[in-house]
Structure formats: structure tokens, C-alpha cells
């Protein structure tokens, strides 16, 4: 037996005195509502209603218990209404998880723009270049780069993260403007060692067809800070996100090549615990995000 529903009908027959206007009221049957308050006195081991053939009353005990059962009733939609206020509004605690490149370029400065538009919310921003478990973790929403994996997890595209390959003005003027994918081979490459093929990069020309290159160098790591700087410091080519090297390349520390070959860009998907009831909170932001995250947010966003 639901003890709420019980005592919600016990409450409702005690103040309308009779079983079949209550009934009526919760669109049940008579003969329902007459069992469930029986079975309600059974587990008390306690009567707590006269019956006649005009209505019902409460006994001594049934008066007293009417009465805590109007305050628990009370309480119930008390916290209901809390809880469903809080997962109407932009306000409490919000946990983001993303890379630690993505989040120290691009997101702290998009997050606190964000909190000075919503100031009642806290948020806890964390870094792992690695994918936590959201539920584990308390996490209320991740940004992800690449395609997702099937999953119960929620997720909203957000954008595209699009890649360049840059050389410092040093570097290229010792070794040459590469023109073609196939003239890689005669340069050092700064490997990532995490995506875009490791020492495989995936070109695709103007006419859509797919050059796969094989590219050598000295220098590999899953940073992609560290292989900035070492294109910064004349040692190869990186193929890089361009929210990484836009600074660079608008400072002219180093500057593009091979700017009519593509490399593959990457998907961004904000993902959340359940697809679900979703907090205000977290479809806020992620609304916000992707009014943040335009064709050239790499450039417009940092």
C-alpha cells in the first residue's frame, strides 16, 4: 500500500465525512477507497473512523492522527515545491569537467562572462584530459571533443573544432613553406600524440579527396601547450586546434601552412548525466554555449 496515498485520502474523507465523495474527488471507486482506509487502520491497529448511514466521523485517536497527517501532507508539498523551484532556476551549484586545454583557453573566459550574467550560481570548473564518469563524479556537465560513443548519457552538439598545422617565420624560412601534404616529409612534425592520427595526419584537399600523410619528428606529447611552444621555438611543424594557435597566429609568432588542405575537425558536445529532467541550470548554459560557439568561435570566443 502508498502510505502518501493513503493519507491523502484519509485526509480527504475525514473533511468531506463520506467515503464516495472522496472517491469522486480522486477518481477512484467507493468500494477502493473503503479498502484503502481499512487497510490503513490495519496496519495501525487502530479505528480511526465512525461509520454510519450518515457518513463517516473521525474516532478520538482518527482526530488525532487527522491532524499529523495534515502536517505531513503539508510538509510533502512544501518539498515538492522546493525542489521543483530549484530545478526551474538558474541558481545553486553547477560542476563543468572539460580538457585542460579547451577549459584553460576557451572556457574560463566564456565561464565567467556566464557567472556575472547568473550570479546565484556557484560553479566548480575541474580539468582532466581524460573522460570521468559524470555520475561518479557528481559531474552536471562535461564539454567533449570528437564523436561520442553510444551511451544513457545526455549530450547536445555545441560546434565543430576545426585544426591547423603552423610553423614559426624561422622555421619555415630555414626549412621551407611546405605546399603540398607530400612535402612533409622533408619537415620535422610535432606529434600529438592523442588525436589526429598520432604521426598520421588526415588531409582532405579542395576536391574533397583524402590524402593520408605519414609525418616524422623528435617531439611527441599529449599537451598540446607543449607543442605550441615548440613551434613557437622553431622546432617543427604542429598540427594544432585553432583555438590553440589563433593567439600565436594573430601575434605572428607563428603562421599557417597548408591552409587548402583541411585536417579533420572535431565535433564538441556538451553531455550530462540523463537526458531526463534536465536542471535549468545546466540547459541554461548549454544554450548559452551554443550561442557562444559560432563558425568562428575560435577567434570570436577567447
Not at 482526530?63 to 499529523?68: P, W
Not at 583541411?262 to 550530462?272: C, D, F, R
Amino acid at each position: 500500500m502508498d502510505n502518501l496515498y493513503a493519507v491523502r485520502l484519509f485526509i480527504r474523507v475525514v473533511d468531506l465525512g463520506s467515503f464516495s465523495k472522496a472517491a469522486a474527488e480522486l477518481g477512484i471507486g467507493q468500494p477502493s477507497a473503503t479498502k484503502v482506509v481499512a487497510q490503513l487502520e490495519a496496519q495501525l491497529g487502530s479505528r480511526l473512523l465512525h461509520r454510519s448511514t450518515h457518513g463517516v466521523t473521525p474516532t478520538e485517536i482518527g482526530l488525532l492522527y487527522y491532524e499529523k497527517c495534515k502536517l505531513i501532507d503539508h510538509h510533502f508539498e512544501e518539498a515538492q515545491s522546493v525542489a521543483a523551484l530549484l530545478q526551474s532556476q538558474v541558481q545553486g551549484g553547477l560542476r563543468i569537467s572539460t580538457s585542460v586545454a579547451f577549459g584553460r583557453r576557451v572556457l574560463v573566459p566564456l565561464v565567467m562572462r556566464f557567472m556575472k550574467q547568473n550570479p546565484k550560481l556557484q560553479i566548480e570548473l575541474t580539468f582532466e584530459d581524460r573522460y570521468v564518469d559524470l555520475v561518479e563524479q557528481g559531474i552536471d556537465v562535461a564539454i567533449r571533443m570528437g564523436r561520442l560513443a553510444d551511451s544513457t548519457l545526455g549530450a547536445r552538439f555545441l560546434g565543430i573544432n576545426p585544426w591547423v598545422v603552423v610553423g614559426s617565420a624561422n622555421y619555415l624560412a630555414e626549412r621551407g613553406v611546405p605546399n603540398s601534404p607530400e612535402d612533409l616529409a622533408q619537415h620535422d612534425a610535432l606529434v600529438y600524440s592523442t588525436v589526429q592520427g598520432d604521426a598520421r595526419w588526415l588531409f582532405t584537399g579542395a576536391d574533397g579527396r583524402l590524402h593520408p600523410t605519414s609525418v616524422r619528428g623528435s617531439l611527441r606529447s599529449n599537451n598540446l601547450s607543449a607543442l605550441l611552444s615548440a613551434a613557437r621555438s622553431d622546432m617543427g611543424l604542429a598540427a594544432l586546434p585553432w583555438y590553440v594557435a589563433h593567439e600565436s597566429v594573430q601575434s605572428g609568432v607563428v603562421q599557417p601552412v597548408l591552409t587548402e588542405w583541411a585536417l579533420p575537425s572535431q565535433e564538441i558536445h556538451a553531455v550530462y548525466p540523463s537526458p531526463r529532467l534536465v536542471p535549468a541550470k545546466v540547459n541554461h548554459f548549454i544554450e548559452w554555449l551554443q550561442s557562444q560557439l559560432g563558425e568562428t568561435w575560435w577567434a570570436e570566443a577567447l
